[in-house]
């Protein structure tokens, strides 16, 4: 429930004969209650407070949980990285005719070419630094890359 929402419906148990008033939904629970002659809106101004800050610490809880399954999926793979030695245009094979240097799932040992980089009208190859086998290739083929770019994951 919103706040404007709320605080409309604290005036209107504010503004009636009613004493007690309850709502209880999955996000929240609002309980007002006024004395005979005047409500309590200390009590009510405090309860709204909570609400508040429960639904805030919420989604706080939410955004830290998505960052530790992000930071879990990371640590996960304990794969080695393969970065761009320089920004050119990414190739997977040597023309295109021809079958990829390699793909997910190839065992690969150091020195293997795994692609390209076209930079300056000079093809680069970028090579596997250790023996191991392709857990991922992270670029496209003809994609343009960055300096530091992670190209391949190698376990």
Known sequence: MELENMLTLIKAVSD???THFSL???EMKLTLEKK???ASTSSVKTEV????QNQERKEELKIEEKEQTEDNEKQQSKGEEIKSPLVGIFYRASSPEK????KVGDSVKKGQVLGLIEAMKLMNEIEAEKDGIVEA?????EQMV???QVLFRIL
């Open 24 to 26: 209880e939904t999955e």
């Open 16 to 18: 009636s004969e009613l």
């Open 99 to 102: 079958e990829p240097f390699v």
């Open 146 to 148: 960055e300096y530091g």
């Open 36 to 38: 005979r002659e005047q």
């Open 137 to 141: 290739i992270l670029v496209e083929n």
């Open 49 to 52: 407070k909570e609400v508040v």
